[in-house]
């Protein structure tokens, strides 16, 4: 029930393209969804984040859609550039009270931006 | 930008030897945490710190793991007897409330041998 299993493994997308990674999970707790993205040899970093108050929140070239009812939200990566690159993990966290803030990551995503 | 360190960024060492990974944490941050990466798989959280306690701790955090705050600035992790499988990156991160951002470190990759 703490499992969050992200799908697909590896994605190639070409330059322009759109590309989407998607996650589901099963705890009802979790109330905040952060996505990040890891450059090898580097540790993860914050790209952005949700709480399943709203469905949808964009900054920049990066969206995420979050269904509650389905238990399912997704990384929408427009106009996808090579520098995009890199390992994508979305993960979620326990509500105030049930967590200190353990996050719980999804299995990542290897993108590949082909120019 | 304020970030968070860790040193070594690399360790090798011989199974059953003690190791501690050190991270020096966003200086305003109250929440610290480690987690651990093996090659190719997820991140998984290991242990989250607050207040000179532990306040959560999972599974692969067993007797032979302990975290300290030695002084105000470093954060620690210790692994007392290591094993194989102990071999992976670890990742310090910290934030300033259990409900806020965490920011990680670059790492550091243990090797056990």
């Known amino acids: 029930q703490q499992q969050v299993k992200q799908s697909p493994q590896s994605l190639i997308v070409q330059k322009g393209g759109i590309s989407i990674i998607n996650c589901a999970y099963e705890?009802?707790?979790?109330?905040?969804f952060p996505w990040y993205q890891q450059f090898p040899g580097k540790g993860p970093a914050l790209l952005i984040a949700?709480?399943?108050?709203?469905s949808e929140k964009k900054e920049g070239r990066f969206t995420i859609s979050f269904n509650k009812s389905a238990k399912q939200f997704s990384l929408h990566i427009m106009d996808s550039q090579p520098g995009d690159s890199a390992t994508y993990f979305c993960?979620?966290?326990?509500?105030?009270?049930?967590?200190?803030?353990?996050?719980?990551f999804g299995q990542g995503t290897i993108l590949t931006v082909h120019p | 930008e304020p970030e968070v360190t860790q040193t070594p960024s690399h360790q090798v060492t011989q199974m059953g030897q003690e190791v501690i990974l050190r991270c020096v944490p966003i200086s305003n941050h109250l929440y610290f945490y480690w987690y651990r990466q093996i090659l190719g798989q997820k991140v998984e959280f290991l242990v989250s710190f607050y207040n000179n306690e532990i306040s959560e701790k999972s599974e692969i955090f067993d007797d032979q793991f302990s975290v300290e705050r030695p002084d105000g600035s470093n954060f620690t992790l210790k692994i007392r007897s290591t094993k194989l499988e102990d071999s992976a990156m670890y990742f310090c991160?910290?934030?300033?409330?259990?409900?806020?951002?965490?920011?990680f470190g670059p790492g550091t990759r243990l090797l056990v041998l």
């Open positions: 991160a910290s934030s300033v409330s259990g409900q806020e951002t965490q920011y």
């Open positions: 949700i709480r399943p108050d709203v």
């Open positions: 993960a979620a966290r326990g509500a105030g009270g049930t967590s200190y803030g353990k996050l719980t």
């Open positions: 705890n009802t707790a979790f109330d905040y």
